[in-house]
């Protein structure tokens, strides 16, 4: 039976390279370069954390850029633990049509759960994708990803509300 090497990874497309990560590392039942313990895996989350920083603010400022007219603010919560153990994440992107219906910013969220296996990424209002960062080009690998969920999240924002919420199509 053939199984998926490293080399064969780093010859992937790029967008795929960090799902091939995510089937070796639960075939493989490790994280990374063979992270084992919560703890080494902990420690390759927040240095994730530091790689996808820059492209998690990249995708919300480009959003707020040209849907918000710049009327949005980027923020970034740092890497937090809660008290039963789950790491976390979050940047997000609010304006004042958002806050005025009342839902949430746009959001990215890095998340590495007490009980699971390794990291993940989601928004607000879009599902989970894994979150296999170990460094700058591996994170620059998964703009398109942040781009995609950051996207997701406004269209189903707007579905909560409506087309109204976005300036660029009330003001544009």
Same mark, same amino acid.
């Given at each position: ?83 039963? !153990?789950?790491?976390?994440? @979050? %940047?997000? *992107? ?6 005025? /219906?009342?839902?949430?910013?746009? &959001? +990215? ?13 989601? !928004?607000?209002?879009?599902? @989970? %994708?894994? *979150? ?6 591996? /994170?620059?690998?998964?703009?398109? &990803? +942040? ?18 919420? @976005? ?6």
């Amino acid at each position: 039976m053939n199984t998926t090497t490293k080399s064969d990874i780093k010859r992937a497309p790029d967008h795929l390279r960090g799902l091939l990560r995510h089937f070796s590392d639960l075939r493989d039942v490790t994280h990374g370069d063979g992270a084992v313990s919560r703890s080494d895996k902990e420690k390759l989350f927040i240095a994730a954390i530091d790689y996808l920083a820059p492209y998690a603010r990249q995708a919300l400022d480009e959003m707020n850029s040209v849907l918000l007219l710049t009327s949005g603010t980027v923020t970034a919560s740092g890497v937090s633990k809660s008290s039963e !153990g789950d790491l976390a994440a @979050v %940047w997000t *992107l609010s304006w004042p049509e958002q806050e005025q /219906a009342g839902i949430l910013p746009v &959001t +990215l969220e890095a998340f590495y759960g007490h009980g699971f296996h390794h990291p993940h990424l989601r !928004g607000a209002t879009v599902g @989970v %994708w894994p *979150l296999n960062v170990f460094s700058d080009s591996d /994170a620059a690998a998964e703009l398109p &990803t +942040l781009r995609v969920i950051a996207a997701a999240d406004l269209h189903n924002l707007a579905f909560q509300r409506d087309y109204r919420i @976005v300036p660029a199509i009330t003001r544009g």
